[in-house]
């Protein structure tokens, strides 16, 4: 008789293939026929409307009035120098939302993305071409640069703009491409079972690894909108438990709390090593460890605190159960 099942089958396996700096493929598995689906659609979705950018969104050329204008000198007209100018990838460096950045060239010269860097913003599309100057030409330009998502056209930035300035629509979105596939995988001799892997392909602006990471960030924070009534545990962080800064802590040595002698060795002889097997323990049963007078208890629980946390205190369950299967390997 077929085993009947109560609850989906959880994925486990999480690996990542990095293909080049701007591009990665993300597997996860193994789900539930139409599950892997469910999942990746909304994933992407996000991954193409929500992953945060910047981009020009103003440009103010000495000598320009409008994008039909022209600057002596300069081998594009206007419309053309603010077409390659979109095709610029641009971050700032200062942790701003916003920035005026303000350049000054004279020819004859071919103007690159990599001209363009300064202490305010990097350029990660070096090589393309912004514009051409001959011998007599100078160019005089600023530009605002801000932070945003998704697309947003320049007639939402013109009212907020100084004059002289010609407003721009603004591609924000630095994922270059989202797509998936879905792929058979065997458990436990069913090949029923399924794979999702992502590719992820960005302009530099961001890695595909964080493009990931605020996608399912985003995702969470739609979702918690049902938690408030229906009261559903939802994950508060996506780091995978093995790369959390929890485990990293709890995992350390008891050696990083600085105990005396007498504390150190008690839990040492009770074989307890990592700062996690105190932090799982109840107040029982730490002072039930074998010889821990009440002076080293108190001494251990201030240091636990010093570093973080409470003995019997609350950790999040997945770190829980990554944390005691690397007691059991220890």
């Known amino acids: 008789m077929k085993k009947i099942k109560t609850t989906p089958l959880a994925p486990q396996e999480f690996e990542v293939e990095q293909i080049s700096e701007n591009e990665a493929n993300i597997m996860a598995y193994p789900f539930e026929t139409g599950y892997a689906i469910s999942l990746a659609h909304p994933l992407r979705r996000f991954l193409l409307s929500s992953s945060v950018g910047y981009a020009p969104i103003a440009i103010k050329i000495e000598g320009a009035k409008h994008e039909f204008d022209s600057v002596r000198g300069m081998l594009e007209d206007i419309s053309d120098f603010i077409l390659n100018l979109k095709e610029i990838r641009f ?162 040595h008891i050696d990083s709390l600085g105990l005396s002698a007498r504390s150190f060795n008690c839990l040492d002889r009770s074989s307890i090593k990592l700062v996690g097997e105190i932090a799982l323990m109840s107040t029982n049963d730490l002072k039930n460890v074998k010889n821990l007078g009440k002076k080293s208890y108190d001494e251990i629980v201030e240091k636990l605190q010093e570093f973080g946390y409470e003995v019997g205190g609350d950790i999040a369950d997945d770190v829980v159960s990554a944390l005691k299967k690397k007691i059991e390997a220890k």
Do not use: W
């Open 91 to 252: 971050k700032l460096t200062n942790e701003v939302s916003e920035a005026e950045v303000n350049y000054s060239f004279a020819g004859p010269c071919v103007i690159k993305g990599s001209d363009l860097n300064n202490d305010e913003v990097e350029v990660v599309t070096p090589e393309t071409q912004l514009a051409t100057l001959n011998e007599d030409a100078t160019l005089n330009f600023s530009i605002k640069i801000a932070q945003g998502i998704g697309y947003v056209p320049s007639e939402d930035t013109h009212d907020e703009l100084e004059d002289g300035y010609i407003a721009l629509d603004a591609y924000f979105t630095p994922v270059r491409s989202a797509t998936y596939k879905i792929e058979n995988v065997l458990v436990e001799d069913n090949p029923n079972f399924e794979r999702v892997v992502l590719n992820i392909r960005t302009d530099g602006q961001i890695s595909p690894i964080d493009a990931f990471r605020n996608s399912l960030e985003v995702m969470y924070a739609q979702l918690a909108v049902f938690n408030s009534e229906i009261s559903v545990k939802a994950p508060v962080t996506i780091e995978r438990a093995e790369e959390s800064p929890d485990l990293k802590k709890l995992t350390t």
